[in-house]
């Protein structure tokens, strides 16, 4: 082979996309069958394409991804839509013209008081927390349910007396008393003046529907509001005076309800029953101001192997995925969420071309930690490319559950793609990852508005409110098929109905990892041979190939190869152009190993 025949390959793969050099250099694995982790399906009815990535430049993943191909680690994947059991759309959004959902916002809100110290709720201590509370729950429930027990026969002797005293029929079925702990937030609503509220009943309701049954059997002539709860309620509190003393408890009624509430605050009632409820609910309550504010740093880094957080994936694979310890060791974790391909560009110093100006940053593979106070409560993995913030992966601390950590990191990634435009002008969309429509905790996705899909024929970006229709009618759908018209406001769904179906969903977490069956399983690797695409003259000449060393372009390697040698690596060659498309099979280097 010449010397000019290897420059030529050289200088066809170095134009690159004009972002910090460098060469894209992969290997073919081919069509894959595989398990689903989607569906669960026990059939190999997961068929993707899949690469290997030795080095990747950010414009080529670029492109890749908007061809809806994905990375997990160094390894690239793309399911052929038209014959996989669940198909992926890719699903994007622009960050500029996002509209948060109340439900985000809320998420935002929540957080924000938990840093100021006004939310109640706090973080559980690592291990052993859930079964202490379990256990003081237990206590205070066995401390609990007999004084309730006694307020209840209280009532039912109350409802004895009048019936004795002729104020209720004695023929009615009499409803048995049913006396319930009222929960802290709404002792302060319903609680008026010092006392605290801990019991209430509404049996007089009961009371009441009894006695207009019996009646009206009766034929009965029903006068005014003799058998309105409110009277019915006034009724038994007088008659309650007459059964026995309540100590520490002063009984009130208020519309129809028969309210118990502490006389004092050390009342047996307040101090014993209900310690770690009552108590330190109203210490806490007293004491916001006084609460220390937490600080939240959010800390962009470079993709690398850190301990503090393979631990902290460790604890959320475990308690949140169930996963099995042996598939959260080290070698898994950076195989997965470490090893990256992307070459790493540097943050440009500005200049009059604005495409080739990179935010501080750089682009290429990153974890961005959520610390509180210092402690390591999320990390989000996420790759910067020329266009987009691309979502990887996220794991949080399961004792922040309470926090939704999922979606506040989906909110922030997608506020400092917007806040970064302002220096790089091209970057101005935030990538989900996968959408699923047949998948339900995949549709989550959808919730972040306006969002677009990916068509998995002609790779254009369609509206997710016009292509959710043909989804709920059958899964693979080609979107561009979809034509724009005036008519086509008739299919958009109300906003209120898109967002029910997605709003419950918590995101973030099964941001697409391969889910190509487990670890240890053998994908079956599909038979070449079996594509009906043949050779055509120009189709593959200009592939770059990568061999011991050296690149050539397939027309100048298809020379030195023997008639077996080109049966064998045409189709795999055509089956290549087709899955990345004629520019990167012309730009990419595709290494023969």
């Known amino acids: 082979m010449s010397s000019k025949k290897l420059k030529s390959a050289n200088d066809a793969s170095s134009s690159r996309d004009g972002l910090g050099g460098g060469e894209s250099v992969i290997a073919d694995h081919g069509r894959r069958r595989s398990t689903c982790g989607y569906c669960k399906s026990p059939a190999r009815s997961s068929i993707s394409h899949g690469l290997s990535a030795e080095t990747l430049t950010v414009g080529d993943y670029q492109a890749l991804i908007d061809r809806g191909w994905r990375r997990s680690g160094c390894y690239l994947y793309k399911h052929e839509m038209d014959k996989t059991c669940c198909p992926s759309y890719t699903i994007r959004l622009k960050a500029s013209d996002f509209v948060p959902s109340k439900e985000q916002q809320r998420v935002s809100r929540r957080l924000e008081r938990f840093l100021d110290g006004k939310l109640d709720v706090q973080p559980r201590e690592q291990t052993g927390a859930s079964s202490s509370l379990g256990t003081t729950r237990s206590e205070e429930k066995s401390k609990v349910e007999p004084v309730m027990d006694d307020l209840s026969k209280m009532i039912d002797q109350a409802v004895q007396l009048c019936i004795q005293s002729g104020e209720f029929p004695s023929n009615m079925q009499i409803p048995k008393a049913s006396v319930r702990k009222v929960l802290c937030d709404k002792k302060k609503k319903l609680a008026k003046g010092p006392e605290q509220l801990l019991y209430t009943s509404n049996v007089a309701f009961a009371i009441a529907a009894a006695i207009k049954r019996t009646l009206t059997s009766e034929k009965v002539e029903i006068e005014g509001n003799k058998l309105s709860p409110e009277t019915i309620s006034e009724m038994l509190l007088s008659a309650i005076s007459k059964v026995g003393e309540t100590p520490g408890i002063s009984i009130k009624v208020s519309k129809g309800h028969i309210n118990f509430l502490s006389a004092s605050k050390d009342s047996f009632y307040e101090k014993d029953v209900v310690p770690n409820e009552t108590l330190h609910a109203k210490k806490d309550s007293e004491n916001h101001k006084a609460r220390k504010p937490k600080k939240l740093e959010m800390r962009l880094k470079r993709s690398s192997f850190d301990p503090e957080e393979h631990e902290l994936y460790k604890r959320y694979q475990l308690k949140v995925h169930k996963d099995n310890p042996s598939r959260v060791v080290e070698s898994s974790y950076k195989r997965f969420l470490v090893d990256s391909p992307l070459i790493y560009v540097q943050p440009s110093g500005g200049g009059d071309d604005e495409e080739k100006v990179v935010p501080p940053c750089g682009f290429g593979s990153f974890h961005q930690q959520y610390r509180v106070d210092g402690r390591l409560v999320a990390v989000g993995v996420v790759d910067i490319l020329p266009k987009c913030l691309s979502s990887v992966y996220l794991f949080w601390d399961p004792d922040y559950a309470f926090l939704s950590l999922g979606k506040y990191s989906a909110i922030q990634e997608i506020n400092w793609v917007r806040e970064s435009q302002a220096r790089c002008p091209s970057l101005e969309y935030y990538y989900l990852g996968y959408y699923i429509h047949s998948c339900s905790k995949m549709r989550y996705k959808a919730a972040y508005r ?127 152009r087709k899955v990345v498309g004629d520019e990167l099979s012309e730009r990419m280097v595709y290494e023969l190993r």
């Open 450 to 576: 306006p969002s677009e899909l990916l068509c998995p024929l002609r790779f254009k970006w369609v509206p997710f409110e016009v292509a959710r229709p043909l989804l709920d009618k059958k899964r693979y759908v080609i979107l561009s098929d979809i034509k724009e018209s005036q008519n086509q406001s008739s299919l958009l769904p109300h906003a209120s109905e898109t967002l029910a179906a997605h709003e419950d969903m918590e995101q973030g977490e099964t941001n697409d990892h391969f889910m190509g069956g487990s670890d240890d399983d053998e994908d079956e690797e599909m038979d070449e041979s079996e594509s009906e695409d043949t050779y055509i003259e120009s189709d593959i000449d200009n592939i770059i190939i990568g061999l011991y060393g050296s690149q050539y372009r397939y027309k100048d390697l298809r020379k030195m190869l023997n008639p077996v040698g080109r049966k064998q690596l045409e189709p795999m060659l055509q089956s290549y």
